[in-house]
Each structure stands twice: as structure tokens, then as C-alpha cells.
């Protein structure tokens, strides 16, 4: 069984509608949980940064994290079919506990329709 | 500022060659990391470099190893390829001020393809 688990889709949606994507994982060591976003032939860019459970909130993207569930999600509001990449989630227990790696999950496809 | 740069960005190599991949992080980040990236897989940490030592090694075979230099660019390189070690190969850069978890800068990959 892998660490971090994420659905791969892929996930097609009209515009305008709310996604929300989702992994899990099994490491209670994480406390660092990223989302990074990947368009086709590119590396991927950071999206949003958490720190511990909690909220987070950036424009039309909200990260979300329950510690307590392993349970990491991502809403994207309003969404534009220049949304339309790969996202992926990524998860570490921080310098001090396993220098700088990060554990992916493999990636939600995502496409936003006209 | 200039993000992280790869080269050499395609590559086609037959089973048994090597491979040396190139990496130059931005500018001022001292730590830099690899990733393979494959369909079946996802991203999978290969190794990281601070401070031209090796910190961090993910759960891949010797033929893999990386090196990294006094101005932090780093270099991976692959012996005896194999057909399965056809992937996209990340380098990613951070600061390393020493706070957390550093974010991660991720270049553009090498799109390594071995017949």
C-alpha cells in the first residue's frame, strides 16, 4: 500500500463548478501537506502550503487538513479551463524528520469544459 | 530571478548506456532534490544534495547516484539502463534557511526515453 493514496481520475467538469479533490495517507509522521499543480510538459508548482490540520485559503482555492482522518482535500470555486491540469499532493514530515523528500500522491487529472 | 533549469530537456538512450542529467537551481537555494515521474508510479524522491553532500536517498537501485557542486548545481546519473527507467526526471530547489519544510521550486524535467 502506498503512503499517500489519490484518485487519478480523470475528473471532468463544466465551468464555474466547485472541485474538490482528496488524498489519504498513512504516515502519521507528515505535518507539511502541499498541493502543486502540473500542466502537460511541465514541472509542478506549488498551488497552496499547510501546516498541521486547519484551514487555508487562497483566491478561489481552499486547502484542507484533518490530521486526526490522514485526510488532505482541495477546493478549487469558480473553476476556469485554465484550471485544467494535473494536481498533486505532497506530504513531508519536515526538515527535522526526513530531510527535505516529499511523498506524492500520483495525481488527479482534471479537466474544466467550456 | 531565474527559475531551476534542466538540460538536457529530451533524451533517447538504448538499454545499457548511461545517462548524466543536468541541473541548476535558483539562484541562492542551496539544497536540491530529484524525482522520477512515471505514469504508474507518480513522483518518487530519488535523492537530495545540500551542501554537496547527499542528505536524504529514496528506495532506488546504485545505478542511480547524484553529485552536487560548490555553486549547487547538481548532476544525476543513471548506469545500465533499463527500459523501465523511462520517465521524467524532476529537479527541485530550495532555500534551506533551516525553517519546516522548505517549498520546493520544481525545473521544467528531462523527458528520458530508453529503447
Given at each position: 500500500?502506498?503512503?499517500v493514496e489519490q484518485d487519478?481520475g480523470?475528473l471532468?467538469?463544466?465551468?464555474?463548478a466547485?472541485?474538490s479533490l482528496?488524498?489519504?495517507?498513512?504516515?502519521s509522521a507528515?505535518?507539511?501537506?502541499?498541493?502543486?499543480?502540473q500542466y502537460?510538459?511541465k514541472?509542478p508548482e506549488?498551488l497552496m502550503?499547510?501546516?498541521?490540520?486547519?484551514?487555508?485559503?487562497?483566491?478561489?482555492f481552499t486547502?484542507?487538513?484533518?490530521?486526526?482522518?490522514?485526510?488532505?482535500?482541495?477546493?478549487?470555486?469558480d473553476?476556469?479551463?485554465?484550471?485544467s491540469?494535473?494536481?498533486l499532493?505532497?506530504?513531508?514530515?519536515?526538515?527535522?524528520?526526513g530531510g527535505?523528500k516529499?511523498?506524492f500522491?500520483t495525481?488527479t487529472?482534471?479537466k474544466?469544459?467550456l | 530571478?531565474a527559475g531551476?533549469?534542466q538540460?538536457?530537456?529530451y533524451?533517447i538512450?538504448?538499454?545499457g548506456q548511461?545517462?548524466t542529467?543536468?541541473?541548476?537551481?535558483?539562484?541562492?537555494?542551496r539544497?536540491?532534490?530529484?524525482?522520477q515521474q512515471?505514469?504508474?508510479?507518480?513522483?518518487?524522491f530519488?535523492?537530495?544534495?545540500?551542501?554537496e553532500t547527499?542528505?536524504?536517498?529514496?528506495?532506488?537501485?546504485g545505478?542511480?547516484?547524484g553529485r552536487q557542486?560548490s555553486?549547487s548545481r547538481?548532476?544525476?546519473?543513471?548506469?545500465?539502463?533499463?527500459?523501465?527507467d523511462?520517465a521524467l526526471?524532476?529537479?527541485?530547489?530550495s532555500?534551506?534557511a533551516?525553517?519546516?519544510?522548505?517549498t520546493?521550486?520544481?525545473?521544467?524535467?528531462t523527458r528520458?526515453?530508453?529503447l
Amino acid at each position: 500500500q502506498k503512503e499517500v493514496e489519490q484518485d487519478p481520475g480523470p475528473l471532468s467538469v463544466p465551468e464555474g463548478a466547485i472541485v474538490s479533490l482528496n488524498c489519504t495517507y498513512s504516515n502519521s509522521a507528515f505535518q507539511y501537506f502541499m498541493w502543486y499543480r502540473q500542466y502537460s510538459r511541465k514541472g509542478p508548482e506549488l498551488l497552496m502550503y499547510t501546516y498541521s490540520s486547519g484551514n487555508k485559503e487562497d483566491g478561489r482555492f481552499t486547502a484542507q487538513v484533518d490530521k486526526s482522518s490522514k485526510y488532505i482535500s482541495l477546493f478549487i470555486r469558480d473553476s476556469q479551463p485554465s484550471d485544467s491540469a494535473t494536481y498533486l499532493c505532497a506530504m513531508s514530515a519536515g526538515v527535522t524528520g526526513g530531510g527535505n523528500k516529499l511523498t506524492f500522491g500520483t495525481g488527479t487529472q482534471l479537466k474544466v469544459e467550456l | 530571478k531565474a527559475g531551476v533549469t534542466q538540460t538536457p530537456r529530451y533524451l533517447i538512450k538504448t538499454r545499457g548506456q548511461q545517462v548524466t542529467l543536468s541541473c541548476s537551481p535558483i539562484s541562492g537555494h542551496r539544497s536540491v532534490s530529484w524525482y522520477q515521474q512515471t505514469p504508474g508510479q507518480g513522483l518518487q524522491f530519488l535523492f537530495e544534495y545540500f551542501s554537496e553532500t547527499q542528505r536524504n536517498k529514496g528506495n532506488f537501485p546504485g545505478r542511480f547516484s547524484g553529485r552536487q557542486f560548490s555553486n549547487s548545481r547538481s548532476e544525476m546519473n543513471v548506469s545500465t539502463l533499463e527500459l523501465g527507467d523511462s520517465a521524467l526526471y524532476l529537479c527541485a530547489s530550495s532555500s534551506m534557511a533551516g525553517r519546516g519544510q522548505e517549498t520546493q521550486y520544481f525545473g521544467p524535467g528531462t523527458r528520458l526515453l530508453v529503447l
